[in-house]
């Protein structure tokens, strides 16, 4: 399918405001990721929930920031909970404000999005760590929120994507907490030199490419050996057997789109329930960033009916 206008007037609009994406180049990654967060807008109005609250939960090298939207409930609802994107080294919950809320109030559930810890300063493990903590405080202690800590989803966006499988890895290698579902969209899973042909067919020009993976994977691997860790890289696991069943979306036009169809094509052959949906026409970003896209509020309702059923 050709790119959807409505992407190439995005696309247009951010080469003429000097925006493409986040781009690595002369400046350091606090300072992409300063320029990143100053260039999230957001609407006004935003979607209303019940309630918006911030948390400071207990994790490996310090307190997590947690924020919690509830939707409108008599009682403990489902929690699916929400790591952003930003190759493990930008970003943070406001990234996925839109999204949070829509799914939020779509899917019945309370959306716990996790502000980890960020690479260079902290590279890999300690953001899955810090998932995997935020999770195991949720499943233990969440009923003080007002959660229902026994129907537990995890989710993500591009890294996002990759910490919620990982949290799903760990919690089946360390015997809990149960996991019910997990939702990737566009989810890094491989290696930009693992030879996938999107890695070459939308390697620039459509937003987030494929020197910018390069950059983020620099960040967070400080250790060459850690790109054979399967928690950095799912692609690398032997064993998928017992994973939680899988929602993977992808978008045509995106360098990480062969990786995340070639992971949801191995958890259906190790006999993990999946559905995979490629978002034909679509960049990197289409779920939490670009929200202005039609296909954004499509993706969220497709993840909301997926939390509906699998939460149920």
Same mark, same amino acid.
């Given at each position: ?10 696309? %247009? ?12 180049? *002369? ?39 947690? &924020? ?71 499943? &233990? ?86 790109? %054979?860790? *399967? ?46 949906? &490629? ?34």
């Amino acid at each position: 399918m050709t790119l959807d206008p409505a992407v190439q007037t995005l696309l %247009d609009g951010m080469a003429t405001a000097g925006a493409a994406a986040p781009q690595p180049g *002369p400046v350091s990654a606090p300072e992409m990721r300063a320029a990143f967060a100053a260039n999230i807008t957001l609407p006004d109005p935003l979607e209303p929930v019940a309630s918006v609250t911030e948390h400071q939960l207990p994790g490996p090298a310090g307190d997590i920031k947690v &924020r919690v939207y509830l939707p409108e409930s008599t009682g403990p609802v489902p929690v699916f909970v929400w790591f952003h994107g930003g190759g493990w080294t930008i970003g943070s919950a406001d990234e996925n404000e839109v999204a949070s809320r829509a799914v939020c109030n779509a899917a019945g559930v309370a959306v716990v999005a996790v502000d980890y810890r960020l690479a260079p300063e902290n590279p890999f493990p300690a953001a899955p760590d810090d998932c995997y903590a935020a999770v195991s405080w949720i499943a &233990r202690e969440g009923s003080g929120l007002g959660l229902d800590s026994s129907r537990i989803a995890v989710g993500g966006e591009s890294a996002g994507g990759n910490l919620a499988t990982v949290v799903c890895l760990m919690a089946r290698d360390r015997g809990g907490p149960r996991i019910r579902a997990q939702v990737s969209v566009c989810p890094v899973y491989g290696h930009p030199d693992d030879g996938y042909p999107s890695y070459t067919s939308c390697a620039s020009g459509y937003g987030m490419g494929a020197d910018a993976m390069r950059f983020f994977f620099e960040q967070y691997a400080a250790d060459p050996a850690d790109l %054979d860790h *399967p928690y950095l890289l799912p692609l690398r696991a032997a064993n998928l057997d017992a994973l939680p069943p899988a929602l993977v979306m992808t978008a045509e036009y995106d360098v990480l789109r062969d990786e995340g169809e070639e992971f949801a094509r191995r958890l259906e052959r190790a006999g993990v329930p999946v559905e995979l949906s &490629r978002y034909d026409g679509q960049i990197h970003g289409y779920y939490g960033l670009y929200t202005q896209l039609p296909a954004s509020a499509r993706s969220h309702s497709q993840a909301a009916a997926f939390l509906r059923r699998q939460l149920a």
